[in-house]
């Protein structure tokens, strides 16, 4: 398999001189493309900031991260917009849909930001609620459906582009068993059959336990699973 993400000496410092805080210390990690790693670690151990940083949500103090071969250091922030756009999914554990929208809207919103006729972006649309099992709430509000349905409709916009790789934070630590368990097997059906590589951060350790790798983390160091 070839690598997705590789991860070199990367540090992530908050704040400066006597306040200075270290939330990643000297971190190193390659993902190949079509894995499932779980990045686990009690609250406070880097697991959520090593994420934010793996999507270019945030960046680093230093140290390098590489998507498909490309040095996030060596790119622009429309690039690093384009290509969030295009190739990352996220998942959180708060839904972040606009409530008054429909289900549909709210999952096409992603095509719509990268200038995507209408008519493709519904067609699509609806293919990526099919995919979830929600095709039928399609003209729905978003505020009329049950937490795993949210759940379900946030999957669906991450997929909406193709994405090669979904990030998923807590993805299921606003549900209930049952309902969690149907949003794991949704995760892991993506990442088997469309071999999108998944990345997991949680403190769920069953859920952790479901993917091929885990990375424990611990006080900004990973401590179990670098490669």
Do not use: W
């Not at 006729?117 to 099919?130: F, I, M, T, V």
């Not at 979830?132 to 582009?161: C, D, H, P, T, Y």
């Not at 934070?169 to 892991?188: A, R």
């Not at 350790?205 to 990375?215: P, S, T, V, W, Y």
């Amino acid at each position: 398999m070839d690598s997705v993400v590789g991860v070199k000496n990367l540090n992530k410092i908050y704040g400066k001189s006597d306040s200075a805080f270290a939330a990643l210390k000297d971190i190193n990690i390659d993902i190949k493309h079509g894995e499932s790693v779980a990045i686990v670690g009690k609250s406070g151990s880097g697991k959520s900031t090593l994420m934010h940083l793996l999507a270019l949500l945030d960046s680093p103090t230093d140290g390098e991260i590489i998507i498909n071969g490309k040095k996030s250091s060596k790119l622009s922030r429309r690039e690093k917009d384009i290509l969030r756009n295009k190739q990352f999914g996220f998942v959180f554990q708060q839904f972040f849909l606009n409530a008054n929208n429909t289900v549909l809207d709210n999952v096409i919103l992603p095509l719509k930001i990268a200038g995507i006729g209408r008519r493709e972006r519904n067609s699509r649309g609806l293919q990526a609620l099919n995919d979830v099992e929600l095709g039928s709430k399609a003209n729905n509000k978003a505020n009329n459906l049950s937490g795993g349905e949210k759940q379900r409709v946030v999957i669906a916009r991450a997929l909406i582009n193709n994405p090669s790789i979904i990030f998923a934070d807590e993805p299921t630590g606003n549900l209930d068993s049952v309902t969690g368990e149907k949003i794991e097997e949704i995760l892991f059906s993506l990442n088997k059959t469309k071999n999108i590589t998944l990345i997991i951060v949680t403190h769920d350790h069953e859920l952790a336990g479901r993917c091929g790798r885990q990375i424990r983390m611990k006080d900004g160091m990973i401590v179990e699973g670098e490669k």
